[in-house]
């Protein structure tokens, strides 16, 4: 099967060449054929991969192939290689299947845009770009995946160029992802000057060998990947990008916070597990950047009136979720939540997407209300993932994963008190933004009329989602209720199991307090937005609580501080500067050139007799010379 492999990122590659080259040629059920089918079959080739991975799994615990060696200079070489272990297995299926439904749901939802063909080449490059990142053998070929999903949700996020916001949305992502890639490919010099390898295999071998655990440079490399991650997957201080990112079209948003883009990073610390076990402190670091970020994102998320803000925030908070359990060597907790995460995210950007689509393109919320009888498809699907984010108990997915990491941030060997405290309190939040959310959108008076309700193509991948949100969580159930663990027992063997203290209270205790604070939140949602709550209006009359709402609402004022901090000290320098020495130099080679210029152009006055006389001065001139030598 390992033959293969390189058909799975090279059909969307096909794809996105074609619709690139010929697309404005093609026909628009030629253009959706082409965009969505090349995924469709990259996904069906990635479920035959992991059938086979499943039932005979390889001796060396992976899947190989070199396609040819791309460069060798000095020491340094790479080769176009790819690797398929049970962990980049895990991403390459949710990369393709959910890319897949959400490329059929884009050929509905884009039909009446002008560059349709232009989206779908974007939309097939960007998932041949994340199944290189996660395919690749060595960092060299990761990080040309790394920068091609950098690069496509730029093209992604813009796409609707003339709006001045959306461009400037696509210029801050790709601005400020930019500082944790610097950070990143000065974490892979300094991996090859001490391994003298990019290989992964190679690197997670010799560095055990190589490198003291706690050292400084082991500590340095990794916190240096560790920004990387931070970049990509929109963790503080880098993760004000996100929410302006839903410049995008709804289809670009579902793929880039459920399969690509933002959960890169989660990816390429999980990959280099290995370097983050040599450095507690960056361990340390990671958690309690995954613990502070899913508070505060939470908090974002829960004042926020664009249906797309909510989510994104959202995804924001999940992913601090992902980092927390990374942090704590939680390892296949954190991918798991991942795997449930990205199912019903999908799902609710998707039916967000289909919302925003049949009220005339109206994203508030509270511009919405009453739609649970127009669109009861949308409805009860956008409910389903909504109760998976929330961690409904016993009936969802997002439950049973963000239950274990929970457990893991008390339990786990890199674990404490603290950071289980604020993951409950960021669960609490979350299960009282998703209650808001479907009641303000659903429920109440209808505000915006809505007009034609979306077709098959758009409510079945909802359907499709809604089923996994549910389903997906049953394959790792908590062991204290019954050992089903599917997920981790194949997941393990590419990354290493969490150590837990000694001497723990059970589990079901910790599992129970979850539970009930995730109730909690849904019960103290319905409490303040169901109907005209008096709390909900005493939070609208009271100035203090407004300064609190406004505060969050602009995401903590992190856009601002880094304008005050940054941005105005740089172009303040900028304009002492602009008059400097090179600046002269450059004015002086222009000014020179202009005044030859002048004095040429004398020559060229359009009279004949002129152009004549200068002919035969020439002439003679070339004759007296050949005279004189």
């Not at 999908?346 to 511009?367: R, S, Y």
């Not at 739609?371 to 409805?379: E, T």
Request: charged share 10%.
């Amino acid at each position: 099967m390992q033959q293969y492999l390189f058909l799975i990122p090279a059909l969307p590659l096909l794809g996105f060449l074609v619709l690139s080259m010929a697309g404005k040629h093609l026909s628009r059920n030629l253009i959706a054929g082409i965009g969505a089918g090349s995924i469709c079959a990259a996904a069906l080739v990635a479920l035959v991969l992991s059938a086979s991975f499943l039932q005979s799994p390889p001796e060396s615990g992976a899947y190989t192939q070199i396609l040819w060696n791309w460069f060798l200079t000095g020491h340094l070489s790479a080769d176009i290689s790819l690797r398929v272990d049970a962990l980049s297995l895990v991403f390459i299926c949710i990369i393709t299947f959910i890319g897949a439904l959400i490329h059929i749901y884009s050929a509905e939802f884009m039909r009446q845009d002008r560059d349709y063909a232009r989206f779908f080449a974007s939309m097939n490059l960007f998932v041949c770009a994340m199944l290189t990142l996660v395919m690749a053998d060595n960092l060299v070929l990761m990080y040309l995946g790394w920068e091609g999903v950098g690069l496509c949700s730029y093209l992604l996020i813009g796409f609707w160029y003339e709006t001045p916001g959306n461009y400037r949305a696509a210029n801050k992502a790709f601005v400020i992802t930019r500082i944790g890639d610097t950070a990143m490919i000065i974490g892979l010099f300094l991996l090859f000057k001490e391994l003298g390898t990019l290989y992964i295999p190679d690197i997670l071998t010799k560095a055990t060998e190589h490198f003291n655990s706690g050292s400084s440079t082991i500590t340095l490399i990794a916190l240096l990947l560790l920004s990387g991650g931070i970049g990509k997957s929109a963790q503080l201080p880098l993760q004000t990008w996100l929410p302006d990112a839903m410049a995008g079209p709804s289809p670009v948003s579902a793929l880039i916070h459920a399969a690509t883009m933002v959960t890169a990073g989660v990816y390429l610390i999980a990959r280099m597990h290995t370097l983050f076990e040599l450095s507690p402190t960056a361990m340390h670091i990671t958690a309690i950047i995954g613990a502070v970020t899913l508070f505060i994102a939470g908090c974002s998320a829960m004042v926020q009136t664009d249906i797309k803000r909510i989510l994104a925030y959202s995804t924001i908070s999940q992913i601090g979720y992902m980092f927390l359990a990374l942090g704590v060597g939680a390892w296949s907790a954190a991918i798991f939540h991942f795997f449930t995460h990205a199912f019903f995210k999908a799902l609710l950007f998707l039916a967000a997407g289909a919302v925003i689509e049949v009220l005339h393109h109206e994203h508030d919320i509270f511009k919405m209300g009453g739609l649970r009888k127009k669109m009861p498809v949308i409805y009860y699907t956008f409910t389903i993932g909504a109760a998976a984010l929330a961690a409904l108990p016993l009936v969802t997915a997002g439950f049973f994963s963000k239950d274990q990491i929970l457990w893991y941030a008390w339990s786990a060997d890199g674990g404490h008190p603290l950071l289980w405290a604020i993951g409950l309190a960021g669960a609490f939040i979350t299960a009282l933004y998703s209650t808001r959310l479907i009641l303000v959108v659903f429920f109440g008076e209808m505000k915006t009329t809505p007009g034609h309700l979306p077709g098959a193509a758009m409510t079945v991948p909802l359907v499709i989602l809604a089923f996994f949100s549910v389903a997906v969580g049953w394959i790792e159930w908590p062991h204290n209720l019954l050992h089903v663990s599917l997920f981790s027992e194949h997941v393990e063997h590419a990354l290493p199991a969490t150590t837990l203290k000694a001497g723990l209270p059970p589990e079901i205790v910790f599992q129970l307090i979850a539970v009930g604070v995730s109730l909690f939140g849904i019960y103290s949602g319905y409490v303040l937005y169901y109907g005209e709550s008096p709390l909900l209006m005493r939070w609208k009359q009271s100035q203090g609580l407004m300064d609190v709402r406004n505060f969050l609402f602009k995401g903590w004022k992190f856009d601002q501080l880094y304008d005050t901090l940054l941005v105005r000290p740089f172009l303040f320098i900028t304009r002492i500067n602009k008059a400097d020495v090179s600046d002269k130099l450059y004015t002086a080679i222009a000014d020179i050139n202009l005044h030859l210029n002048k004095l040429f152009s004398v020559s060229q006055n359009g009279s004949l007799r002129w152009y004549v006389t200068g002919v035969l001065v020439g002439i003679l001139f070339i004759i007296t010379l050949q005279l004189l030598l």
